[in-house]
């Protein structure tokens, strides 16, 4: 992309570290906190030291500062940076992308496009990947910022866990959700809806092969949405601690969905690791142009 122009997004946004160098995107970490540490998500913690801690031990998260922000905005300005297109996930799971909204206004020497995606993890991060590859195909920086909204509906993430009992500790669901899916043995599908809120899509009794067959029935009809069988997309597997249920839904997909280019899968971070604990199967799909 050009010199002078920058993708920024956080840890939340799952971009594996490869891709972020490979296609110069900037990425904010997340703090993980325990009472010994504060760590830095990707840098000097990883999603597997989260999981030897596990049950005993769940860290806290936290949200990069204002001050770090602000930080970083001062070092793209001595950059020369002068373009930042910085995505992030929903505003109501975090609270970066408005402190970034906020620490932008203070340097007007950057142009700063936010782009709150409404979404989590790597339903966040697709997006910074779409629009790096675009910028260093040469796009123009607005048309780019403008094709992200346009496509803010066209990106499906759902995933399930094989309990509750993190994101319920972390405050993201209530009592009686995690007490009935609990008692029940009853595995929800989550995804984001419209707001960025989480929502239930299906719930899903039964083993793990119960569990990604309604996934991916329940994330391609999304995609499709009645329009036609197997459109053209580009598809991510996130999982958390579960590679091999990862490898078998990547058989299922490319044996089913002719259209569905699957990039790669990917271990979920440690401050996103956090709060869905292990065994956790997603399934992303953006829609191509």
Same mark, same amino acid.
């Given at each position: 992309?050009?010199?002078?122009? !920058?993708?920024?997004? #956080?840890?939340?946004?799952? @971009?594996?570290?490869? =891709?972020? *160098? /490979? ?111 675009? !910028?260093?195909?040469? #796009?123009?920086?607005?048309? @780019?910022?403008?094709? =992200?909204? *346009? /496509? ?138």
């Amino acid at each position: 992309m050009p010199g002078d122009t !920058l993708i920024l997004t #956080d840890s939340c946004c799952d @971009v594996p570290q490869y =891709l972020a *160098r /490979k296609l110069g995107i900037r990425k904010i970490p997340v703090h993980v906190m325990y009472p010994e540490k504060d760590y830095l998500d990707g840098i000097d913690i990883d999603p597997q030291m989260v999981y030897d801690r596990f049950p005993g031990e769940i860290p806290t998260t936290s949200t990069p500062s204002i001050t770090e922000i602000t930080d970083l905005f001062r070092s793209l300005e001595e950059e020369g940076i002068r373009k930042v297109l910085s995505i992030h996930i929903s505003e109501h799971l975090s609270s970066t992308v408005n402190m970034v909204r906020s620490v932008a206004k203070e340097f007007p020497s950057i142009r700063t496009f936010v782009f709150d995606t409404k979404n989590i993890s790597i339903g966040s991060g697709i997006y910074a990947r779409y629009a790096a590859k675009r !910028l260093n195909d040469g #796009d123009d920086f607005d048309a @780019v910022c403008e094709s =992200l909204e *346009r /496509k803010k509906q066209d990106c499906t993430l759902m995933f399930y866990m094989d309990s509750l009992e993190y994101l319920h500790k972390g405050g993201r669901i209530g009592n009686v959700t995690y007490f009935l899916s609990d008692q029940l043995k009853i595995k929800p599908i989550i995804a984001c809806d419209s707001e960025g809120i989480y929502r239930t899509v299906a719930k899903v009794r039964g083993g793990s092969h119960c569990g990604r067959a309604r996934l991916f029935e329940e994330v391609f009809s999304q995609v499709e949405n009645d329009t036609c069988d197997d459109v053209p997309c580009d598809v991510i597997i996130p999982y958390g601690g579960a590679k091999e249920e990862a490898q078998l839904l990547e058989e299922m997909i490319r044996s089913k969905k002719k259209n569905a280019n699957v990039l790669f899968q990917m271990q979920i971070t440690a401050s996103m690791a956090v709060h869905t604990g292990p065994g956790l199967l997603g399934l992303c799909a953006l829609r191509r142009d």
